[in-house]
């Protein structure tokens, strides 16, 4: 009786973890845009701070797991290097156009996961994927012609990059997976991802101090309340439900960014970029399910 009502309530919890995170990741824009430091130094606290926050579980993680070989280490600081370069672009987008148009050309990484995928390991997508592919570019472009009549297109191709990187990364840390846990590979990750930021930062001469307490406490939240808090909280979900529900669900994230960007940042949004931010997701969304029904095919 115990255990039944334990399952019941898991998949809820999860559910509940899932909706939590989302949220906390739609205000990773938000402090970006708010703390107002370079690219690279927002993206190196985010990073650095959690690296130091998971020491000691991951750590112990070491002591229970085993130490990981030198190649399974370089595979997952690899996959830190691609997710510096996301968060770098993605960042300086945001300082350029916003918060929400640079979010959601970010979000279009399950499109280059499907080509990488597609270039790398010879994985054949069917006619769903270029369907969702024509149109998410279709939206993309729309979004880009809005944005370079306000002088605010770079910011977008900058998300556009930021998600090539993203999809690299993913690619990159699904090999690290096979082999590592959870904890490790994000720490390893992390840990890589903030020593490529700080000679980034320093090689472009923005300062990693000198900041105002405000900007500083902005990006200690966007470390804990996105990168530990968000990440994390997905993973746990990706335990309990499967990724068909979990993926799909976090196309949400650009929607409550730029909702959240109009109060709080005064954005404003117009009808042709909502509509060409539907398209992109639901671009995404069709290639991220002709992706599932391939491999479920293979199966």
């Known amino acids: 009786m115990h255990q039944t009502s334990q399952s019941r309530h898991t998949p809820n919890r999860a559910y509940l973890v899932l909706m939590l995170s989302l949220l906390g990741m739609a205000f990773s824009g ?8 370079p690219g690279a130094v ?17 750590m112990r993680g070491i002591q229970r797991e085993g130490r990981p070989t030198r190649h399974e280490a370089l595979i997952a600081i690899l996959a830190g290097l691609f997710f510096a370069g996301d968060l770098f672009f ?3 987008g945001i300082l350029i156009s916003g918060a929400t148009t640079p979010t959601l050309m970010g979000n279009t990484a399950p499109i280059w996961v499907g080509l990488g995928a597609m270039i790398f390991f010879q994985e054949r997508p069917g006619r769903l994927f270029w369907v969702g592919l024509l149109v998410a570019i279709g939206g993309a472009a729309v979004v880009l012609g809005v944005d370079a009549l306000n002088n605010a297109g770079l910011g977008s191709f900058f998300g556009i990059l ?9 690619l990159v840390v699904q090999r690290s997976r096979q082999t590592l846990g959870t904890l490790t590979s994000f720490w390893l ?3 890589g991802s903030s020593l490529a930021l700080a000679l980034m930062a320093r ?11 405000l900007t500083y406490l902005y990006l200690i939240a966007l470390s804990l309340l996105v990168q530990v808090g968000g ?3 997905v993973a746990y979900t990706l335990g309990y439900l499967p990724a068909s529900i979990v993926s799909p669900t976090l196309l949400l994230q650009p929607v409550l960014t730029g909702l959240l960007a109009v109060p709080i940042l005064g954005e404003r949004i117009s009808i042709v970029q909502i509509f060409g931010g539907i398209a992109v997701l639901v671009g995404v969304y069709i290639v991220h399910r002709s992706r599932q029904e391939n491999r479920a095919g293979r199966e």
């Open 30 to 37: 938000i402090f970006v845009s708010l703390a107002g430091a």
């Open 42 to 58: 927002s993206a190196f606290y985010r990073m650095s701070i959690a690296t130091l926050v998971l020491v000691f579980p991951f």
């Open 90 to 92: 993605w960042n300086t």
């Open 162 to 170: 930021s998600g090539m990187f993203y999809g690299a990364y993913f």
């Open 189 to 191: 990750s992390a840990a």
């Open 203 to 213: 090689v472009l001469g923005q300062p990693l101090t000198g900041y105002t307490p």
């Open 231 to 233: 990440q994390m909280g």
